[in-house]
């Protein structure tokens, strides 16, 4: 018989948010412990839902379920949540390697920019305003009873003698989805995260036209609200502190200026650690030793197209069904 204790979800960053909403329409009891940390990769990301891959912009017909999955799993969010947070939002790339002119970009948008030629328009891409989402889900929860606001202190958690229980009370399973802390659990210290951080700056131009996202080689512009872009972003993988990179904010708007015909000013610079992992491969299963305990974590850059198909995968085949988790070999393999 399945325990009716509910299911403890550590952290309502993207990751806790599909799968407490994975839970929520399943049916299945559980209870959310966040602390709010709005400069986490969550709600620093660009949130895009993109099929396409690199440079070249080739469809892949797994990326295009993954982008199927996403937009029917956000859509139901936004039924539930009552606001609207999934924005078609077509991609047009410059310098693209093979452009097919098929989809011809409007010239009034492209007096923009200084380049007029190798561009391509993409029509099936998206953008999920995960601001929103987080916090309106986060209302959700709490109009439910099902989070707590605050820190998980793991010294109140018993797992290895009797029930799983934390703060006394008892719960059926225990779940991490923490972001880049996860490394720091005792738990979980072993897993090979390879964290690197990003940085993002947040510029405004009344006369960029706001329905579009623009790439041109890695540099992004994602329309926000007011007339404002979110630009990015780098990889840094060695650093010391969270300071924003002055240096590369220099080298990017020295590209914004050789790229856009149109002015424009920088509003804001930040920057925010993204939980990547070794080989891109997720961390979604159950510890070895403690099979209780699951960690759901490093969805990486694609977390917001991804996540959606990955964490209902894990939900209906691991948490309902009682199989293997898809990518619990990589548990298996580290967690001894």
Request: with cysteine; aromatic share 12%.
């Amino acid at each position: 018989m399945q325990s009716t204790a509910p299911i403890l979800i550590i952290g309502q960053g993207i990751a806790g948010t599909l799968l407490s909403f994975e839970l929520f329409t399943a049916g299945v009891p559980f209870q959310v412990i966040d602390q709010v940390d709005t400069n986490c990769a969550s709600w620093a990301s660009g949130a895009v839902l993109n099929p396409y891959s690199g440079r070249t912009i080739k469809g892949i017909s797994r990326r295009n379920q993954m982008y199927l999955v996403a937009r029917n799993k956000y859509q139901q969010l936004e039924g539930l949540i009552g606001s609207k947070i999934l924005h078609h939002t077509p991609l047009i790339v410059f310098e693209a390697e093979d452009p097919d002119t098929t989809v011809p970009v409007p010239e009034a948008i492209l007096k923009a920019f200084k380049q007029q030629n190798d561009i391509q328009l993409f029509d099936e891409v998206a953008l999920v305003d995960n601001a929103l989402l987080l916090k309106e889900w986060s209302k959700v929860l709490e109009q439910n009873q099902c989070i707590t606001n605050g820190l998980f202190d793991l010294e109140q958690l018993s797992y290895q003698d009797g029930p799983l229980k934390y703060q006394g009370k008892q719960y059926s399973k225990l779940i991490f989805c923490t972001g880049v802390t996860a490394h720091d659990s005792p738990l979980f210290s072993s897993l090979r995260f390879t964290q690197n951080r990003g940085d993002v700056l947040l510029i405004r131009s009344e006369q960029l036209n706001h329905n579009f996202i623009y790439q041109k080689d890695k540099l992004r512009l994602l329309p926000r609200p007011d007339h404002t872009f979110w630009c990015g972003s780098n990889y840094l993988w060695a650093y010391e502190d969270m300071i924003p990179n002055r240096g590369w904010a220099e080298q990017t708007i020295a590209q914004l200026n050789s790229w856009l015909q149109t002015p424009f000013e920088v509003k804001d610079h930040f920057c925010a650690k993204r939980p990547t992992t070794a080989g891109q491969i997720p961390f979604i299963g159950w510890h070895p030793l403690f099979p209780d305990i699951g960690i759901c974590n490093g969805l990486g850059t694609k977390g917001f197209s991804a996540g959606p198909l990955w964490i209902e995968n894990f939900v209906q085949e691991s948490i309902l069904n009682k199989q293997a988790a898809m990518f619990q070999y990589v548990l298996d393999k580290w967690c001894r």
